[in-house]
């Protein structure tokens, strides 16, 4: 049985805060990856949320991943640029990296920036939101440690490999889709293992490849890629636009970051987009507008009550969550408490 | 029970021409038509092969498509150009509209090309292969006549949509993502029904929103999205990136190019990526050399003889097929005479 605790966000992002600065990140840095942890459970998801801090701490602690980041441009053209992190922070150079793409669409109509050498980046909607905060369409793209098979195989070679896409609407709501190439993120199932619950059949094989409901054997197995090859080829392509393009490291290559024992480097690939480059900013959301209304009123299945449009329920969750507060589980909690006394510092959870 | 003829694509391509040729089409623009549909053939893709062409030449005898393909840039900044094709023919567009981007992308790094107003294109992979020739990623997507519903609704509102990213590697085999959002494209339940066959369960819904093994009563209903609410989500992105932003039809606005009523434009989205904006050429097919041989060599699972890159299996198939013919169902062969005799010339099949 797992208990949660309502939480306002400020108190977890101050808390956050404390916990990274302990550590050694700057606290501009660590005001960024606060952020992104946050709004990770602010949207409701929680497996990429507060969560991770610990994970992230003692991987600075080890002395596998660097509390300041690095930020070294290895190359540019007018519309791309690839940077090195230099083993940083994730969500700092996924914030510099995307930040840079949405300058360079700007200018020029449509960018594209690799990242080498960062680590975990949480919520790849965090970046790609960035895009539509300046009017424009915004796509990240990160690799990840191994856990699926090659379509056909049995031992995890891609990661989960995330991919998002975030475009501005006629009205609040951007639509944002952010999925992972497998079934379901590999951080639902580390959730389901640290709340002490089982998995649902169909997201995991072991590492027999037998289904498993039991999420130690699915973190041991591979997770099973959604249309089976279509999902191996998302894994596959996102890993080449993140890893082997930029030169970052990719399949096997990478490691956990929850391996103490080396570093854990990822790489991102992001792009930007100009609405204006091809349509008046107006013509486009009108269309936008018609087709979203369309689909939310469209003929609903029997027992369906409402049609969303993707990230409308991570959008409408962190409404909900800033005006009434994150649900934060018990073990999650406890985890920060004991990290706080291990860094010697007081949090106010 | 159907059968098969062994074909070799040069006559094949010859009686395309023949065909185009006698309902109007330019013999540059013919040429195309043909090469991408015999392409799809050459590449095992036969639902999107020659079955195709009595549709485009009923289409244009109707009116409804024009064989002589307009082509008019609306709209462009340094990176991008957004082209109107006029209702023309969907491969010469695409081939079009792809090489823009190529060239664009070969000045600036990265390009994106929007084509509004174009016919069905045939296999995406055409288009992304003309960004690997140039030695490029290219990414192909286009929106499609609605056959998939919303998560949670009943009623098809966006099309299959697919979606192609084509990479070069280190040898000679591309790899080649070609995806539609559903478990299966519409074109092979269509094939299916042409060639009187049921389909697996699992591929589409009714159109009460129930399993079937019919092929029409899975072109009267949905196809389902891989992964649920992602197939869903990737079918919606690739529709407004092709439909709404660049200003064609879309959702439910596309109609069938087998609807001999009214024309069935669909738009098209196109980006070309320099290899050297972001590497030195050689280090990138090292890294991913060594990334693809190290799946191929992947431990299987029992009963797998081989483990394949996307595109591979499609790429061998090509290879055999210019040597030893293409096997051109019963069906298909029937219509493409039966065309020949209603347009009064003579094809050698």
Same mark, same amino acid.
């Given at each position: 049985? #797992? ?42 998801? #929680? #497996? ?70 960062? #680590? ?230």
């Amino acid at each position: 049985m #797992s208990s949660t605790t309502l939480l306002m966000p400020e108190p977890l992002h101050t808390a956050c805060l404390t916990l990274l600065q302990a550590v050694g990140v700057p606290e501009d840095q660590a005001s960024v990856v606060a952020d992104v942890l946050v709004r990770a459970d602010l949207r409701g998801i #929680s #497996s990429h949320g507060v969560l991770r801090l610990p994970a992230y701490a003692h991987k600075i602690q080890a002395g596998l991943l660097k509390p300041d980041t690095p930020w070294t441009c290895l190359r540019e053209t007018p519309t791309t640029v690839l940077y090195d992190a230099g083993m940083g922070l994730g969500p700092v150079a996924g914030l510099w990296g995307m930040k840079e793409a949405v300058k360079r669409a700007g200018q020029f109509g449509i960018s594209a920036v690799g990242v080498r050498n960062a #680590s975990h980046f949480g919520i790849a909607a965090y970046y790609a939101l960035q895009a539509v905060e300046a009017g424009m369409i915004g796509v990240t793209i990160s690799n990840a440690a191994a856990s699926i098979a090659p379509w056909g195989g049995i031992q995890a070679h891609l990661g989960t490999n995330p991919v998002c896409v975030a475009i501005p609407t006629q009205d609040e709501i951007p639509l944002v889709l952010d999925m992972a190439a497998s079934v379901v993120a590999r951080g639902k199932i580390r959730l389901a293992q640290r709340e002490g619950q089982s998995i649902p059949q169909g997201w995991a094989l072991d590492s027999e490849g037998q289904p498993t409901t039991d999420p130690q054997a699915a973190i041991d197995g591979t997770l099973l890629p959604i249309g089976g090859p279509k999902g191996y080829g998302i894994a596959l392509v996102n890993d080449i636009l993140a890893g082997v393009l930029t030169g970052s490291p990719s399949g096997v290559e990478i490691c956990s970051i929850h391996d103490l024992q080396r570093p854990s480097p990822v790489g991102f690939f992001f792009q930007a987009l100009q609405i204006e480059a091809f349509s008046s900013p107006q013509d486009f959301f009108d269309r936008i507008g018609t087709q979203l209304t369309a689909i939310r009123n469209s003929p609903r299945a029997r027992g369906v009550e409402r049609i969303y449009i993707p990230g409308e329920i991570e959008w409408e969750c962190e409404r909900d969550r800033h005006q009434n507060g994150i649900p934060i589980g018990s073990g999650t909690l406890k985890a920060l408490h004991e990290l706080a006394e291990e860094l010697g510092v007081q949090i106010q959870l």
